[in-house]
């Protein structure tokens, strides 16, 4: 029984493709049980517009309308399709500066959601994950380097963990897509690596749900956000690369991620029909090795009301049911994604 908590479409999202109705039935074909619809939120600054919005000739004021009708279709769809997949209707955010806070918190008070996720996806209010040449850019802002872009990145994470507390925390790690080493070993820079722990102790003690998202495997990484080092709850060995007995303890408590509550979901964060549960096989032995047995998803209880009426609850799979869907479904051009 595979899910996915994070998705969008062509419909609502200029880069992504597809209706919003074809990304479902392209769930229902990979028999979800559970798909999130989860497109971004409106910004309210031109400045934040992408150049494919700005040439589409998007403004602050469409986006607003855009996911308005982003969220009546969801809840149709939701109606349309309860009895062949529970639809959760959501929001992916967007923390580009403090100031994002009262924007997200307005719309969760005009809009009644199921679950969403919270992302960031700017440094220096430049998005990082959007081309090399704007990376560059907004790393050239925080001093230039790796090394220094990756902390402000976790830094402007954890600020929004602190504003928001999301429920799901999405591709923890992303800041590396267009990095100099997009596979390289976060340990390396130990200022950066204690943030990372600083911010997975965050999320377990509010009781957030860390998305592993097979999206960075699609794009051509070797593992999905978060890699290993980050993702791993037994078994990890930074200890010699993080002097200092301060970080030392934040290592320990990153072991015991799991045992202090700490939750993993799973999601594709597809933007196409054919991203749909793509890659979800590789992911599988990833989270064997990295010592995740159990996965968390939002879905709908047996006995509700209306399909949209919010009432949803935090459920566990094994991974061994969800290698049994894959076995099941997976055909020979889908088991070497």
């Known amino acids: 029984m595979p899910f996915s908590l994070h998705s969008h479409s062509g419909e609502f999202c200029l880069h992504a493709q597809n209706t919003l109705e074809e990304m479902v039935q392209a769930a229902i074909r990979q028999r979800m049980r559970v798909f999130a619809l989860t497109e971004h939120i409106p910004r309210d600054q031109a400045e934040d ?3 494919e919005e700005k040439k589409g000739a998007q403004t602050v004021a469409t986006l607003v309308d855009t996911f308005d009708r982003f969220y009546h279709e ?3 769809l939701q109606r349309q399709y309860r009895s062949q997949i529970d639809l959760l209707v959501g929001f992916e955010s967007e923390w580009i500066r403090p100031s994002s806070r009262p924007l997200i918190q307005q719309l969760m008070r005009t809009y009644s959601v199921d679950v969403w996720v919270g992302s960031v996806h700017h440094v220096r209010g430049l998005p990082i994950d959007y081309d090399r040449a704007v990376y560059e850019g907004a790393r050239e802002l925080v ?3 790796d090394e220094a872009i990756f902390a402000a990145y976790y830094d402007a994470q954890f600020t929004m963990l602190q504003e928001l507390q999301p429920p799901v925390v999405g591709h923890l790690d992303l800041i590396r897509l267009k990095s100099d080493q997009p596979d390289g070993d976060p340990r390396r820079w130990p200022a950066v690596w204690a943030k990372i722990v600083r911010n ?5 003690g509010y009781g957030g749900v860390v998305e592993i998202n ?42 015991a991620f799991l045992e202090r509550g700490g939750r993993f979901t799973l999601s594709d964060d597809s933007h196409a029909v054919e991203q749909v549960g793509s890659h979800y096989l590789p992911v599988l032995p990833f989270l064997r090795t990295v010592g995740i047995t159990m996965l968390y ?17 935090l459920q566990s799979i094994a991974i061994d049911d969800v290698e049994a869907w894959g076995s099941a479904i997976a055909s020979p051009e889908q088991r070497v994604q």
């Open 214 to 255: 097979a999206a960075a495997l699609r794009k051509g990484m070797a593992e999905p956000y978060p890699k290993r080092e980050i993702s791993q709850v037994s078994g990890t060995r930074p200890v010699a690369l993080v002097p200092g007995y301060r970080v030392l303890r934040r290592l320990i408590r990153l072991q």
């Open 74 to 76: 969801a809840h149709r």
């Open 49 to 51: 517009l992408y150049p």
């Open 143 to 145: 001093g230039g380097t």
């Open 200 to 204: 997975l102790d965050f999320i377990a």
């Open 297 to 313: 998803y939002w879905a709908h209880g047996a006995e509700r009301g209306p399909a949209d009426a919010g009432m949803v609850g």
